[in-house]
């Protein structure tokens, strides 16, 4: 049973950055980045494969988000740059039972959820 702890979260100014971490209990899992914003659905950020070869993003983040995992502690990491206030949401990660990204990989039905960490952007 795959096990998933987020952290990171917090109050940044806009502009600013913040990096969210993924605790995870074992490394053979794709790991994915979501989101969700209040009042809004669950829209996915970014999916990593568990060897961190193959990396995807939402249009919504490319060129201000970068995801990358360390397998010896066994984290997934979410850099933020240049946050904006829409990008406030409560940020969880999440695992397919497979080593890679699902193609539909930001609609898939995820097999593990973190329970999520909340990152406010206002000024």
């Known amino acids: 049973q795959l096990q998933l702890v987020e952290s990171g979260g917090g109050l940044v100014q806009p502009g600013g950055s913040l990096r969210l971490s993924c605790a995870a209990s074992?490394?053979?899992?794709?790991v994915a980045w979501f989101r969700q914003a209040p009042g809004k659905e669950r829209e996915g950020v970014s999916c990593?494969?568990?060897?961190?070869?193959?990396?995807k993003y939402a249009d919504s983040v490319k060129g201000r988000f970068t995801i990358s995992r360390d397998n010896t502690n066994y984290t997934v990491y979410l850099q933020m740059n240049s946050l904006k206030p829409e990008d406030t949401a409560v940020y969880y990660c999440?695992?397919?039972?497979?080593?890679?990204?699902?193609?539909?990989?930001?609609?898939?039905?995820?097999?593990?959820w973190g329970k999520g960490t909340l990152v406010t952007v206002s000024s």
């Open positions: 999440a695992a397919p039972n497979y080593w890679a990204c699902p193609g539909d990989w930001s609609t898939y039905g995820m097999d593990y």
């Open positions: 074992v490394d053979y899992y794709a």
């Open positions: 990593i494969s568990a060897i961190g070869g193959d990396t």
